[in-house]
């Protein structure tokens, strides 16, 4: 079976997706095209081309007219972008196309004619961010074209997401939410001065992508009301901060002497990784965010208890599986209770490391895609 395996992104953990899915292809005995921004070190098992794509434009805070102008301007580019697939695909003639990330690829506003003529082939693919809040009038939703007559299933991450998108699509699988688990990279300079400057103390480190969505505010909240003798935070990612916030963050960090932002772009999962395996404690207490994060994964692969948001797919899984702690929202002394316990006492339930691994480890992945090829 020919498969193409597409995704127009190398941000957050995307190209861990994209090479992860076209490996366990190509394991699987099919002849596999992989159109993306890169071919990841997949170059000696499948074909490559570099994919022909705008990216989408970010989405304006508090600007509604703005909003919705650009929601319709990614309309547009979602549109371009499938019609470059097609053109891409033409000659390759695949037997199935499969998304890693289906969210920023399927359309928001186009008849479904039109879409399914723009991907003609049987497709399937992982939508990422499944468990959506309400949908309003004029915000994108791609849920609608999981109807598309040429979609055999998806596959999620949030398990607690499927009997509401079954509306859409009646075959929903739950995916592993595996992460890359390259060894730790001992060299890594940000590394070293943060071994330096906790000097002992424990160290509680919120990790990846930086902004306002991944609670930056209830830790800098948090912070003052623990002793900066025994506890030692880090920030470290590439920031969507704006200036201002930025700003006030790094003004922040030079009133303490417990602190170590690094607003700068991880360079690789080795040394994202080292960093995991340095903390004491992995702060993922998000705001509004429904999804899953595979931060879960490399923190109960390295042993690291969690401080995630109550409620919603994270939270749940925290709590079912005793791995850390699952605080209310922007609830600042929740959260120096829950860093103060978690330091001195570990997780709950520190034997379900291992379990929660298991259950989202990438060789768990083959069964999954198997699976697929059997039901299309």
Known sequence: MKVAVIDCSVSGHRETYYKEFTRTWVELGQEV??????????GS????????SRPLLP????????KKAVVLQNALIRLRNLASIHKQ???????????????????????MMLFNRLLPYTWSGLLVQSALPPHKPGLPDVRPFLRSRHCCGIGVLNEYSIDALKAFQPHVRQMPDFADLTAPNDQYPLLQALQQKANGRKIISLLGSIGTRKGISLLLGTIPFLPEEEYFFLIAGKSWLTDTQTRELKAFENTRTNCLFSLEHIPD??????LVAASDVLFAAYRNFTGSSNLLTKAAAYSKPVIV????????????YGTGIAIPENDAEACRTAIIRLC???????????????????????DALRELITHH
């Open 89 to 111: 695909l033409d000659d390759f003639r695949p037997d199935l196309v499969y998304f890693p990330c289906l969210d920023d690829i399927l359309p928001t506003l186009a008849p």
């Open 269 to 274: 999962e080795a040394c994202f990784n080292a």
């Open 45 to 52: 098992i499948a074909s490559f081309r570099k994919i022909d």
């Open 59 to 66: 989405l304006p805070a508090g600007q509604p007219l703005k």
């Open 33 to 42: 095209l992989l159109i993306a921004p890169q071919d990841s070190g997949t």
């Open 309 to 320: 948001s109550r409620g919603a797919c994270m939270g749940q899984r925290v709590s079912d």
């Open 344 to 366: 001195r006492e570990g997780a709950p339930k520190p034997e379900n490391f291992a379990s929660y691994a298991s259950v989202h480890s990438r060789r768990k992945l083959p």
